[in-house]
């Protein structure tokens, strides 16, 4: 059953700490998505990759927040430094890259700053 | 840029009986995809069904099925013979298609929490 996973589930930090989050698309998959859930905001797209190379990430903060995907089984999310507002669950979704494309989402990384 | 309205916070249905969720969106595309996820308490976001906008049958799944209303762009989903398991928030999201010059990105609306009383 491919699915795709995301580490760790739960993360409880100081502020100021830098936090790494962890997403494996299924396998097979080029298109890689990470978004954002707060109750104020909901569930919003921060950026997305297709074979690794960012294709938008409009809704990313530049200045603390960081993409990258060092290969195609992998792909990260950072913020340094972390702040209060940024506790939210962050999903990551993969898809196949395909006009008709459906994205399947991961189990979110719940991140709680104190 | 494109919108998602979901008109009810909160939805309830009992057991075995028909509940409808309502959804509209805006926007100026011709072509696009329409999706609803479910998200149960375990907070994992699943794929309940999408329509593809040139199509004018609507999508079912088993006891699911929407309800699309291009020129009014509605996107309501029904679900028949509600059961306990049907409890979680409902999200509607809209996607471009390819080619229309938009983003991939799923565009939500703030979801619809669904309750099945016994």
């Known amino acids: 059953d491919a699915r795709v996973t995301q580490t760790p589930r739960d993360k409880v930090t100081e502020m100021g700490q830098e936090v790494t989050m962890r997403c494996q698309p299924i396998l097979g998959h080029n298109t890689v998505f990470w978004y954002r859930q707060t109750m104020m905001q909901g569930l919003e797209l921060l950026a997305y990759f297709r074979n690794r190379a960012p294709l938008d990430d409009s809704g990313m903060p530049k200045d603390r927040f960081s993409a990258e995907m060092p290969d195609a089984t992998l792909a990260t999310l950072k913020i340094q430094p972390s702040e209060p507002r940024d506790s939210a669950v962050y999903f990551c979704?993969?898809?196949?890259?395909?006009?008709?494309?459906?994205?399947?989402f991961g189990p979110g990384t719940r991140l709680t700053v104190l | 840029a494109q919108t998602v309205t979901q008109s009810q916070p909160e939805m309830s249905v009992q057991e075995a009986e028909t509940v409808t969720l309502s959804c509209t969106y805006d926007t100026s595309e011709s072509d696009y995809y329409l999706f609803w996820y479910k998200q149960p308490p375990s907070r994992q976001m699943i794929l309940v069904i999408r329509?593809?906008?040139?199509k004018q049958q609507n999508a079912t799944e088993n006891r699911f099925s929407v309800n699309f209303q291009k020129a009014a762009k509605s996107f309501s989903l029904k679900i028949s013979d509600s059961q306990l398991g049907d409890a979680a928030m409902y999200f509607c999201a809209y996607r471009s298609a390819w080619g229309q010059g938009g983003s991939e990105k799923l565009v939500f609306g703030k979801g619809t929490k669904l309750t099945v009383n016994p």
């Open positions: 329509q593809e906008a040139y």
């Open positions: 979704a993969s898809g196949l890259g395909l006009s008709t494309d459906t994205q399947y």
